[in-house]
Each structure stands twice: as C-alpha cells, then as structure tokens.
C-alpha cells in the first residue's frame, strides 16, 4: 500500500457529512505502519476498508502508535524478545492540523493527529486520525504516551484510554465533525462518553448531570465488546482514576454508576453510556449477556476485508469470472460456477507462494505435495497452542500413515505474558524432539498482517483449538476460508456458525479434558482429513464450499451493513408485545457457564 506524503496532503473529505465515528485503539491500517497488535486491529482495519468501499460516511479515531506494538525475535530454543517498532508519522502522513488541549494528570496535555486516508475500490474516503501526544511544550513523559501499543503499567494505558476519548472527540468537534453515533470499538474509548456529556452539559458541572443528560448520551453511543476474558477488559484503580482524570470526572464516574468490584471499569462504562450493545459472533452475544446481566446484549459476527485477505491468485480468479465481487462480497457465493480445479490451482499457487517465502525468510524448504496445517494467532493461554501435540505418538503415527505431515506455527506472546512465552517454548521442544522425514513442525516469528496473510493463503488447513467459552470470533479461519482453506477447530467463537461438517471443515468435539479433545483432533486429521485430502477432486470441493458458503457471509461487506440496519441507525423500536416474545425467546436459548470477569 502506498501512503501519501506528509508533503503532498491530499484534500480532506467533507467532515460534516460524516455520521459515524469508530473509535478503536488499534487500526491496521497497512503493512507498512505498527498501529496494531492482531486481531482487534485487523478487525478495525478491516471495517474502515468494507466502509471505503462501499462508500460509508463513517470517520475514525485511534492513537499513533509511534513505537509500535513490538518485532519479535525467537531464540533456538523460541525464547521471546522484543524490540520496538518505530516509524515517523512527520514524514509518512499529513498533519490534521489541528492541536487539542487536554487536562490530564492535573496538567495541561497537547494533542495532534496525523491522518491516514483508507481508500476504497470506488475512490471513497475514509480518513482515520491517529492522536499523537508528541508535541513540543509537553511534559517529556506525556511526550511518549502514544508510543507503545499495550506498553508501560496500568497508570500509562489509562492515560493512553483517556487520550483516545476525550481528545479524539476535541478532535472532530476542532474539525467541524458531528457524527450522529459513535462506536466504541472494545472498552478502551469508553471516556468518549464523559466527552460527549461534557459538551452536551456546556460548562455545566458533570456533577449535576441528570438521566436526561446521559441518555442524551447513550442515544448517540454504541459499543462492541470483543472478549470473555477477564484481562480484556481494562479495569484501574479509583487513586488512579482521581490522579489522571481529576475530581470532577472521576466523581461523575463514581456517581453515574460505572465502578464495578470497587474499580474503574472501561466495559462497564461503555455499556453505561451505549444504546446498543453487541458481541462479535451468536456465541459471544449469549456469553457475554451473562456477564452482563443487566444489559441488553446483541450480537453482530465478525467478518474480514475480502479483498485484503485473498492471495493475488485468487483474486485475478474472481476478477475474471465474478467481476462484482469486489463491491458485493455476496457474489462469492458464484465461485460455483468456476471449475473446482481452477479454484485448487489458484491455491496451489498460495501454497507454492508460501513455502518460498519461508525458504527465503529461514532456509527451511517444505514439500507443496504434503498435507500443511497452519496455527497461527496470538500466543495466548486459553488458545492452546500445544494441544495439537498433546500425544506426541499418535501425531508421529498419523503422520507416517499418512505419507507425511507439515504444521506452521506463528504468534506472538504479550511482552508481559509469562505462560504464553513459555507456550511458544514448548511448540519449539516438541518440534526438536518430533521432526523427522514424515513430520516437519515449524514455528514462524514475528507474526504480523504480511505473514498472516501468507499462511492464510497458503496452508491447507487452518487449526483452532481454544478453551470454550473464551472464544469470541476469531477472524484468521475467515481468512483462510475465504482462500478455500477449511478449518479444523472447537465449536467457538465464530466457527460454530461456519462449520458445516466435512463441507466447510471439521469441528473438534467437546470433551471433557484436553486429552479428550486432542484425541478427537487426531480422529478427524486421520479418518476424514487425509483421506479427503488425497482425492483432489474431493479436496477442490471442500475448497469451493469455503469460500462459496463461508467467504460470501464471513466477511466485513455484510457485517458493516448489520452495523448500520441494527447498531447506527436501527427500524423503529419494537412494541412491548414483540420485545417480550424476543426476550422469551432469548431467555430460553441454551448458553454456556459464565466465565468470571473479575
């Protein structure tokens, strides 16, 4: 992707037209800039592109990043380090040249915004602004506090939250932007809400804010939680929250009800202040109306940008046979009409792409001919990297009887996440003690948008295995499918709703330990997957399903289009006769234990 010139700034679109405001913590807005850690980024990178294309009046808010998450570097032995990541916005993209002063930490904090236009396949705009607190006349330590993606303590993120509301909604208002709804992408831009009370209240003391004025708020507010897992949603101390934010909205904070446990919590603001309320797939709405019983929780399942995520082959496929599909991603669903060995030849040249650039990368070659399963996410707990290699000698079996087995893995571990570096340690002990001529087991490093596209494209299974319920989409086997890769993976997150068994992939059964479940994987890799793998005909089908049922529904185009019909601007209100069928309804589906969020 080519980024304009700082020099040559190309003429903002009109802001007054904008309606929407997302407001996300990361972007991934190219290869080429560290604005994201993973799949929360991807996502809202991949929204603001589905938005471009498909001309929305949308605007984005997020923080420039200007060290990156992090570059990761693994050891012989998969010990992790990082290194930072640092870019300079002065010389990558224009200024909005505007500068916002902000109270922070009881001292005044100045606040610039970079932008960078996401453009579309018609020429639309979507102009995304990066706050920056790098600002000559600032403190030195303000100075690097949108530096670090997740970095520094919980006294450093909470300034950082606090930078992303409140100056991102100075920012539109310094612009001339009145957005009619504003989304928060995960809980981190939860003070936009004390934000827009500030200005509806206009100079009033928050204090004196009565339900009136925060339901003027709400009425603006929408708000997308992404994760059952409890470190997901940020949570500081009251001291802290009185120390950066000051009396009066830390106060208002207290009164209007958004502590929760004795701590200041970004979910429960945002679900304070928000109309709407969605989880990212059917699943992840009924766990997390759970652990929030007292909102109203709906669900909008996650998709990605299709044509980010297809391998060039297969996009000049597409462009040949369903020139639309790049504007309507429910054209996808005309990959029938293609011959299913074309659409395996556009993925053997994905494969054949992927192994050369692993040789050229580490030198390690791979055979195109042996079946290739990919793992590759954040290095998490919960995903359970390792239960692919639970019993060591049925994988080794399976692989011999099978004339050959190849597993990539890629991820990265939080800089502070001890248990997960020490997963990445254990991938690299088993594929020292396991390699051989029929089993090749790989770990990748530094998994970012460029590799992560690679192996989506290329391998020809894509494997998921984390503990239910903690799951809440998962993006990575959508792009995968939408390159005719199945998944092999446990019914969460998104997968419940894509697996249609041995059509679009396989579903690891629940079990009622890891063994259980690992034996199920290996039942699955040894009676259904390889023998269909060895029938290309079979194989090419499979294939064709992915990306016909699967690509034509998982993916941005239509979940940006549930946003607008159900979150931005939704039908009239139910009557009370239909509100109540549909809570019976709800009240009656079956959902899994609550996880607890602490």
Request: hydrophobic share 40%; with cysteine.
């Amino acid at each position: 992707m080519t980024l304009p010139s700082a020099a040559t700034p190309a003429s903002t679109p009109d802001l007054s037209a904008r309606t929407i405001a997302y407001f996300s913590m990361e972007i991934a807005l190219s290869p080429a800039l560290p604005t994201y850690s993973g799949g929360l980024g991807m996502l809202a990178g991949d929204t603001l592109r589905s938005a471009a294309d498909t001309a929305a009046p949308m605007v984005a808010i997020s923080l420039v990043h200007r060290r990156g998450y992090f570059r990761q570097k693994l050891s012989d032995v998969g010990q992790q380090t990082e290194a930072d990541v640092p870019w300079s916005p002065e010389t990558t993209l224009p200024s909005a040249n505007q500068i916002i002063a902000l109270t922070l930490q009881g001292r005044q904090v100045l606040v610039r915004a970079w932008r960078f236009d996401v453009i579309g396949v018609t020429g639309h705009i979507i102009p995304v602004f990066l706050l920056d607190t790098d600002v000559e006349g600032n403190d030195p330590w303000d100075r690097r506090l949108t530096d670090h993606l997740y970095g520094g303590d919980t006294y450093y993120r909470l300034c950082q939250e606090t930078v992303l509301g409140l100056a991102g909604v100075s920012l539109l208002d310094a612009l001339a932007c009145k957005p009619k709804v504003y989304h928060m992408n995960e809980g981190h831009a939860a003070l936009l809400a004390i934000g827009l009370l500030e200005d509806h209240l206009a100079g009033t003391p928050l204090k004196n804010a009565t339900e009136a004025d925060i339901e003027f708020v709400r009425q603006q507010c929408v708000f997308t939680t992404h994760t059952p897992v409890p470190a997901g949603h940020d949570q500081f101390g009251v001291d802290q929250m009185y120390q950066v934010l000051g009396n009066d909205r830390a106060a208002a904070i207290e009164q209007f009800g958004c502590l929760h446990n004795g701590l200041m919590n970004m979910t429960y603001i945002a679900l304070r202040f928000s109309r709407f309320v969605n989880g990212v797939a059917m699943q992840h709405g009924k766990v997390s109306q759970q652990m929030f019983p007292g909102y109203k929780v709906y669900s909008i399942t996650n998709g990605v940008h299709a044509a980010t995520w297809l391998s060039p082959h297969f996009q000049e496929l597409l462009d040949d046979e369903i020139p639309h599909w790049r504007t309507d991603n429910q054209y996808l669903r005309s990959v029938y009409g293609i011959d299913p060995a074309r659409i395996a030849a556009a993925h053997n040249k994905g494969k054949l792409r992927l192994f050369s650039s692993i040789a050229k990368r580490t030198g390690h070659h791979f055979n195109p001919n042996v079946l290739t399963l990919g793992f590759a996410r954040r290095v998490a707990t919960y995903k359970r990297a390792s239960l692919l290699l639970h019993d060591p000698k049925r994988l080794v079996e399976i692989a011999e009887k099978i004339g050959g087995l190849q597993i990539l893995y890629a991820g990265k571990a939080h800089p502070a996440d001890v248990a997960g570096k020490g997963l990445i340690r254990e991938v690299f002990a088993s594929a020292a003690k396991l390699n051989s001529s029929a089993l090749k087991i790989y770990y990748m490093e530094n998994y970012d948008w460029e590799l992560g596209a690679l192996l989506t494209q290329g391998v020809d299974v894509w494997v998921n295995t984390p503990r239910r319920p903690y799951e809440a989409s998962g993006t990575s086997g959508m792009k995968a499918a939408l390159n005719g890769v199945p998944s092999l993976s446990i019914l969460d997150g998104w997968w419940i709703e894509g697996c249609a068994e041995n059509t679009t992939g396989w579903a690891i059964e629940n079990g009622e330990d890891e063994a259980a479940e690992a034996t199920s994987l290996y039942e699955k890799l040894e009676e259904s997957i390889a023998p269909m793998y060895a029938n290309p005909h079979a194989w090419a089908r499979m294939q064709q399903h992915c990306i016909a049922i699967n690509g034509s529904f998982f993916n941005t185009h239509r979940m940006l289009a549930q946003y607008f019909k159900n979150s931005y601007f939704p039908p009239t209100p139910l009557s009370p006769t239909q509100a109540s069928y549909l809570d019976h309804r709800r009240s009656t589906d079956t959902v899994v234990p609550e996880p607890a969020l602490v």
